[in-house]
């Protein structure tokens, strides 16, 4: 079984990159997936050079030239790119007969949302909504992420592990977030669905009266605002129908367009440069970031609230990825089995694993975790991330693999 553990540049820097790879290797997976690119964030990093690390936004490589000249959104780069620490771990990587996956957030950077006006999504009161996530109907969003996939596969990788390439929810976590209303699961829903011109536009030139589902996204989300009780019970397509109408709902399915036409059209581009897509589905993540306890329904069949289309997708791309943060063993094989079933039994698909807190408290139950997987269907799992969980934590990845 394909498999690889998850690392970050600032790992490899300060750890080394011989005793880093060593005690990978030792967890007998087959490939290391590195951070190519980065999100902001602060993270207690237990066995790093600092037990705390601030990882800027940005990509640890040089953008080419010839990708973002004459874009508009340009990635910052990261402190140390100019010692091409991605070609290092590539050598390395081969010389021990490793795999080395890129792997990075395509849409969600407050940076490049606050360098472009107008990129990031817009709520249905017409505000905009947080900068760090950047909305794939935009034209030059999608020219960005083509070219952040083109330079990423110019990195040498076997495969460009694409995270958050698609709408992302509400809230996706805006430093100092602060809500002090209740909403309701489909109340949040519907806050988070952008309207910008370009949503507008390509939903109606589907037919969809999306100025009409603007208004009721307004209608209802406003009187939950004034105080009226946020709605219950989960996000499905026919409660929503039922709490919304069905304009909104088209609109809502309309995305899916949206989302698999630039899927389609980066991984043309990755593959032009000699590498292969990995698309990561953020669903499980999503539902099960927190505590491991994901809502009943499957992230299979909760996929299209971000957009994604899991059947055309299956389609369209030669490798999915699921996270599976769940503590149930049997809840992660339920959740790949839907994702099988969704993409086609002929198409490569990669679960992400943590092997420890909040949803993973023993060896016995990760080794359970990697049997729900393959019994499931999936062709390889990747585990995160290696910076972030003791020593004994990750231990626990070769116990799980050979079981």
Not at 55 to 65: D, K, Q, S
Not at 288 to 309: E, R, T
Not at 341 to 357: A, E
Request: proline share 7%; with cysteine.
């Amino acid at each position: 079984m394909d498999s690889s553990v998850h690392v970050h540049v600032e790992d490899v820097r300060g750890e080394g990159l011989e005793p880093v790879l060593d005690r990978i290797t030792g967890y007998g997976v087959t490939g290391v997936t590195v951070a190519a690119a980065c999100r902001r964030t602060r993270d207690v990093t237990p066995h790093g050079a600092s037990r705390m690390t601030v990882r800027g936004e940005g990509v640890h490589f040089t953008p080419p030239a010839d990708l973002f000249g004459e874009s508009r959104l340009v990635p910052p780069v990261q402190d140390g790119a100019g010692q091409e620490p991605l070609a290092a771990l590539r050598r390395a990587t081969a010389e021990r007969g490793l795999r080395l996956h890129g792997w990075a957030p395509f849409l969600c950077g407050s940076a490049l949302g606050e360098a472009g006006p107008g990129v990031a999504v817009r709520d249905c009161f017409g505000d905009p909504g947080a900068t760090t996530d950047l909305c794939p109907s935009h034209p030059d969003v999608r020219r960005y992420a083509v070219a952040l996939g083109r330079a990423v596969a110019r990195q040498g990788v076997d495969s460009v592990v694409a995270e958050g390439l698609h709408f992302g929810p509400f809230p996706q976590g805006c430093p100092h977030e602060r809500s002090f209303v209740p909403l309701g699961p489909m109340d949040a829903f519907l806050f988070g669905l952008c309207f910008c011109d370009f949503c507008l536009g390509r939903a109606a030139d589907l037919g969809v009266n999306a100025e009409a589902a603007r208004r009721e996204c307004a209608r209802i989300v406003g009187g939950v605002l004034d105080g009226d009780p946020p709605a219950q019970g989960e996000v499905t397509r026919a409660a929503l129908t039922a709490y919304a109408g069905p304009e909104v709902v088209a609109y809502a399915r309309a995305r899916s367009e949206t989302v698999t036409s630039l899927v389609s059209e980066v991984s043309a581009a990755v593959a032009d440069e000699g590498s292969r897509l990995v698309f990561l589905d953020g669903t499980g993540a999503v539902k099960g970031h927190a505590d491991g306890l994901p809502s009943p329904g499957l992230a299979a069949h909760d996929a299209w609230q971000l957009g994604v289309d899991l059947v055309a997708l299956g389609d369209l791309v030669p490798s999915l990825g699921a996270f599976a943060y769940a503590r149930d063993p049997a809840r992660i094989a339920d959740d790949v089995g839907a994702y099988r079933r969704s993409t086609g039994k002929d198409r490569d698909l990669r679960v992400v694993l943590r092997p420890g807190p909040p949803d993973t408290d023993s060896a016995d139950r990760l080794a359970a975790k990697v049997r729900a997987v393959r019994a499931a269907g999936a062709g390889a799992v990747d585990f995160f991330a290696y910076g972030l969980l003791p020593y004994p934590v990750l231990d626990r990845i070769r116990g799980a693999l050979a079981s």
